[in-house]
């Protein structure tokens, strides 16, 4: 497995943005789609954006798409997610993980919750109305 340590939760207003990042250490950082979820109090974890392998396709949640971006740094082993024109409903506790399979195919950015076996401790996104 792939140890993940996310950071650059905070609280913000409404329409602000946040950048979060996750440093990745362990296995082959750069050969693994990366995904970022998130878990709202009382709700179930779920899937905000993937980057594939390379950093060459993207996909992301209806909720979020235009507003938030995912990159990866693969010299840095690093995944970011981008938040911007931030709203209460995403307000959460975000994840980032580690894709289960290996895979050198662009076209495999997975979306499942079940499709990831590494993920990191988590942080809190506020935005506030």
């Known amino acids: 497995q792939v140890q993940l340590v996310e950071s650059g939760g905070g609280l913000v207003q409404a329409g602000g943005s946040l950048r979060l990042s996750c440093a990745a250490s362990?296995?082959?950082?750069?050969?693994?789609?990366m995904g970022w979820f998130r878990q709202a109090p009382g709700k179930e974890r779920e899937f905000v954006a993937v980057?594939?392998?390379?950093?060459?396709?993207?996909r992301y949640a209806d909720s979020v798409k235009g507003r938030f971006t995912i990159s990866r740094d693969v010299g840095e082993s690093t995944v970011y997610l981008e938040m911007n024109s931030l709203k209460p409903d995403d307000t959460a506790v975000y994840y980032c993980?580690?894709?289960?399979?290996?895979?050198?195919?662009?076209?495999?950015?997975?979306?499942?919750?079940?499709?990831?076996?590494?993920w990191g401790q988590g942080t809190q996104v506020t935005a506030s109305s």
């Open positions: 993980a580690a894709s289960r399979v290996r895979s050198y195919n662009d076209y495999f950015i997975p979306t499942g919750n079940n499709d990831y076996d590494s």
């Open positions: 362990g296995r082959t950082f750069s050969s693994y789609p």
């Open positions: 980057i594939s392998w390379s950093g060459g396709r993207t």
